[in-house]
């Protein structure tokens, strides 16, 4: 199997712990080689504010762009000497984060992101954009890799994760949750003791969390079509995205 890359966006000073912890474990478990990536996004300072016109420099905005290039630079600095011992490389970009991880992305095989209580914007136009698979990390600074489950709510997108994953990181014991589906399951036959059926009925939500507590590795099926729906309609998806403290993987 070549060696997988994987992507480490760090948006944030507060993100550096948990993308450190569990770049050392996703490391060690998988033998993938591991970058972090920083943008220095000048957007997230409001400098260039939205005039009638469109977009215009505001009075003092020479000033503030100059203390900008200043505050992204100790932020990169502090970012590479804390990450830079685990990591291949710790290197930052100019530009806005999305478009730029994006681009970034063609060189890797996987992006890893942090998510805080709510699903960022950046996060939402990942989800939707990303065209590699994703992890999305709680901002915690413990993890293990050992008790890995997949959401399987009887989709094609479920079969998707799980067959994306094996190939990504080869074949390995899972646990297959099934709330309240009927749907025949056609998976065992192939993959055998890797794959442990578990089916439970009840409050699909409630229920998925309290099992999700089991493991320390959670696969999903693809979110990036409807998040935004599911933002306004309150669908599953997108509560467990925000509410699951621990990682996720998502085709």
Request: cysteine-free; overall charge negative.
């Amino acid at each position: 199997m070549l060696l997988k890359k994987a992507l480490f966006l760090v948006s944030a000073e507060n993100e550096i712990e948990p993308l450190l912890e569990f770049g050392k474990v996703f490391k060690k478990k998988y033998n993938v080689e591991i970058d972090a990536l920083y943008v220095k996004d000048i957007l997230k300072y409001e400098i260039f504010p939205v005039t009638i016109e469109g977009i215009g420099l505001n009075i003092g905005a020479n000033y503030a762009f100059k203390e900008y290039k200043e505050l992204e630079e100790k932020s990169f600095k502090t970012v590479k000497e804390k990450m830079e011992r685990e990591f291949s490389e710790v290197y930052s970009k100019d530009g806005e984060t999305v478009e730029v991880a994006l681009d970034e992305l063609k060189k890797y095989d996987l992006l890893v992101v942090v998510k805080n209580e709510k699903v960022s914007p950046y996060l939402k136009e990942l989800l939707r954009s990303s065209f590699k698979p994703l992890v999305i990390l709680p901002n915690i600074e413990t993890f293990e890799l050992d008790k890995i489950v997949l959401l399987d709510d009887g989709a094609y997108n479920a079969n998707k994760t799980l067959f994306t994953f094996f190939y990504m990181f080869d074949e390995q014991k899972i646990d297959v949750l099934r709330v309240n589906v009927n749907s025949e399951d056609n998976l065992k036959e192939k993959f055998g003791d890797n794959y442990n059926l578990i089916e439970k009925t009840g409050d699909t939500f409630k229920t998925i969390m309290e099992e999700s507590e089991k493991y320390d590795f959670i696969l999903m099926g693809d979110l990036r079509y409807t998040v935004m729906v599911e933002r306004i309609t309150g669908k599953l998806g997108i509560r467990l995205l925000e509410n699951l403290k621990k990682p996720i993987f998502i085709v």
